[in-house]
């Protein structure tokens, strides 16, 4: 936890002119406050690209951007409450980063939540970091699914998303299929783990089943580089997603082994 402690203060520095900071008042009250006070009279001198500052945007991001999808299609669901939920377990967030949480995700939904202007702050904060957005589409086409199926609505806001990030409809769809697969679901959504089928390994590595064996390791590697629990943290995913970027990689390594015991 201590990462948002220091963010906290950080952040201060986009709060003043930037929606993320702003819903990071909301979010945070008296912390946000006691965060100010303890920067002291050294101030913070972090820019776009500053770590703390990266993990601040991302968490900020993603619960509320969470809670604007939830509600595209005119309603929200008990499973995509249950969904917001959840996640909040699987990150091992304490009791306050909880309650914070759901704020930014009951922020998200109301009818004036500025979703252009937090998705274009948030593209300026990660700075180009492509691991990190698309580890937030990923969280949020999860949210999309929550129900079981995906809302004309839903798509149409995630099909958004992805022009304001630079992310191409095309590699929606892909990530679209990995879900579909039983990428990223984990145990709170699936129930118990099963080993993955064929058809459903060779749709998490994103590949045809005709691929040679030098395409399916390329494939392999890149989605095991881009989902390194390490390299993600270092490029500024908060440290409570380790968890999940963890059970990814081991996805991927299953849907691989999978394939290559198939083909002998």
């Given at each position: 936890?201590a990462?948002?402690?220091?963010a906290?203060g950080?952040?201060?520095?986009f709060?003043?002119?930037?929606?993320l900071?702003?819903?990071m008042?909301?979010?945070?009250?008296?912390?946000?406050?006691?965060?100010?006070?303890?920067?002291?009279?050294d101030?913070?001198q972090?820019g776009?690209?500053d770590?703390?500052?990266?993990?601040?945007?991302?968490?900020?991001?993603?619960?509320?951007?969470?809670g604007?999808?939830?509600?595209a299609?005119?309603?929200?669901?008990?499973?995509e409450?249950?969904?917001?939920?959840?996640?909040?377990?699987?990150?091992?967030?304490?009791?306050?980063?909880?309650?914070?949480?759901?704020?930014?995700?009951?922020?998200?939904?109301?009818?004036?939540?500025?979703?252009?202007?937090?998705?274009?702050?948030?593209?300026?904060?990660?700075h180009?970091?492509?691991?990190?957005?698309?580890?937030f589409?990923?969280?949020?086409?999860?949210?999309?699914?929550?129900?079981?199926?995906m809302?004309?609505?839903?798509?149409?806001?995630?099909?958004?998303?992805?022009?304001?990030?630079g992310?191409?409809?095309a590699?929606?769809?892909?990530l679209?299929?990995?879900l579909?697969?039983?990428?990223?679901?984990?145990?709170?959504?699936?129930?118990?783990?099963?080993k993955?089928?064929?058809?459903?390994?060779?749709?998490?590595?994103?590949?045809?089943?005709?691929?040679?064996?030098a395409?399916?390791?390329?494939a392999?590697?890149?989605?095991?580089?881009?989902?390194?629990?390490?390299?993600?943290?270092?490029?500024?995913l908060?440290?409570?997603?380790?968890?999940?970027?963890?059970?990814?990689?081991?996805?991927?390594?299953?849907?691989?082994?999978?394939?290559?015991?198939?083909?002998?």
């Open positions: 936890m990462w948002w402690g220091k906290l950080g952040a201060f520095g709060m003043v002119g930037g929606p900071g702003a819903l008042g909301i979010a945070f009250g008296h912390n946000f406050d006691r965060g100010m006070n303890s920067l002291g009279q101030g913070w972090g776009p690209g770590q703390d500052r990266i993990q601040a945007a991302f968490f900020t991001a993603t619960f509320s951007v969470m604007y999808i939830a509600k299609d005119g309603k929200v669901t008990r499973d409450i249950k969904l917001a939920e959840d996640v909040m377990t699987h990150l091992g967030l304490d009791a306050e980063m909880r309650e914070s949480a759901r704020r930014l995700f009951n922020e998200g939904k109301s009818s004036d939540f500025p979703i252009h202007d937090i998705l274009d702050q948030f593209k300026k904060e990660v180009r970091r492509s691991t990190l957005i698309q580890m589409l990923e969280i949020q086409l999860q949210a999309a699914y929550a129900d079981g199926v809302h004309p609505a839903e798509e149409k806001v995630l099909a958004q998303i992805c022009q304001k990030l992310i191409s409809f590699q929606l769809k892909r679209e299929e990995m579909k697969a039983g990428f990223g679901r984990t145990d709170y959504q699936q129930g118990a783990a099963s993955t089928s064929l058809e459903d390994a060779y749709a998490i590595l994103g590949v045809d089943n005709s691929v040679s064996d395409e399916l390791k390329k392999y590697r890149r989605l095991m580089s881009q989902h390194h629990p390490d390299k993600l943290v270092s490029k500024g908060p440290e409570q997603m380790i968890q999940d970027a963890t059970e990814k990689t081991q996805q991927i390594k299953s849907a691989y082994e999978t394939i290559r015991e198939s083909r002998g």
